[in-house]
């Protein structure tokens, strides 16, 4: 009996040992799940971490781009403002010294030589001379100085003064307007001086 006892015995272990060896498998093969899914969740987490921040770091980089575009385009406006003030100045200025160059001394003998400069070019034809309406009481002294007899009339277009000849046969126009000029000083310098706002 002590045999069977014997045996029994070695099968308990056996049976004991067997099974403790199964479990110790099986809590390793659960620790090893656990630790995979503590893994994964762990890199999950991170992924979305990361992609979040990612988001705000967009976002607050999107933010910072509007604000500084914003204040650029603020910046830009006052200076284009700013420019425009101080170009306005420098021509209402120009145009001041010009309407007292024309009640100068020097305004007749400048407007006489101008018109003696290019009276050549409308002798032969039906030409149309417009002075501003302050030098048409000059209409003589401009006929005279075309060297043959002309139409002399009033324009309002000229507010400054200098004049316009028209050649009505061939359309040729020379425009010696001191408002012609101060025009096209005022787009020389907005081209030329420098001041362009980008």
Request: aromatic letters at 8%; charged letters at 35%.
């Amino acid at each position: 009996m002590q045999n069977i006892d014997q045996v029994f015995l070695y099968m308990k272990d056996e049976i004991e040992r067997q099974a403790k060896s199964e479990e110790q498998a099986i809590l390793n093969e659960v620790k090893a799940l656990e630790d995979e899914a503590y893994e994964s969740m762990k890199a999950e987490a991170k992924r979305d971490a990361d992609l979040k921040l990612k988001q705000e770091e967009e976002e607050m980089s999107s933010n910072a781009s509007a604000e500084i575009s914003e204040s650029h385009i603020e910046r830009t406006k006052k200076l284009i403002e700013k420019r425009d003030e101080y170009v306005k100045n420098i021509f209402d200025q120009a145009r001041d010294e010009l309407k007292a160059f024309v009640k100068s001394d020097e305004y007749l003998p400048f407007v006489e030589a101008k018109i003696k400069k290019v009276a050549a070019d409308f002798k032969d034809s039906k030409s149309i001379m417009y002075v501003s309406h302050d030098d048409f009481k000059n209409k003589d002294a401009f006929v005279k100085a075309f060297g043959t007899d002309i139409e002399v009339q009033a324009s309002d277009d000229i507010q400054i003064g200098g004049f316009i000849l028209e050649n009505k046969a061939s359309s040729l126009v020379v425009d010696e307007t001191l408002d012609f000029a101060l025009n096209n000083q005022k787009d020389w310098f907005n081209k030329n001086s420098g001041l362009i706002i980008r």
